[in-house]
Nanobody, 120 residues
Framework: VQLQASGGGLVQAGGSLRLSCAAS????????MGWFRQAPGKEREFVAV???????QYGDSVKGRFTISRDNAKNTVYLQMNSLKPEDTAVYYC???????????????WGQGTLVTVSS
């Protein structure tokens, strides 16, 4: 499975961005897709995941501001990020795997990352 993330960029605090992650290859094995992020000097952090059946789970720091969704026909997952804060600045990584987990190591595949920078 190959994952291609896009949509990162520079945005002011309070603004919005939408990330996309397109999966290709043996996608039938990727029933769970989602996002993690890593800020400079910090550990990787769970953001959100979504099951093939659309069940979702969010990290505490993004609940109520971020929304994850997927288009199974396109093998694509989206992360709509609203009310962005400077502390959301990070490289965002798309992940895919067979089981839902808040641990990055539980996922079999991950993308190259896309940088989100939120200015104050």
């Amino acid at each position: 499975v190959q994952l291609q993330a896009s949509g990162g960029g520079l945005v002011q605090a309070g603004g919005s961005l939408r990330l996309s992650c397109a999966a290709s290859g043996r996608t039938f094995s990727s029933t769970v897709m989602g996002w993690f992020r890593q800020a400079p000097g910090k550990e990787r952090e769970f953001v959100a995941v979504i099951r093939w059946s659309s069940g979702t789970q969010y990290g505490d720091s993004v609940k109520g501001r971020f929304t994850i969704s997927r288009d199974n026909a396109k093998n694509t997952v989206y992360l709509q990020m609203n009310s962005l804060k400077p502390e959301d600045t990070a490289v965002y990584y798309c992940v895919a795997g067979p089981l839902l987990s808040v641990s990055f190591d539980a996922y079999d595949y991950w993308g190259q990352g896309t940088l989100v920078t939120v200015s104050s």
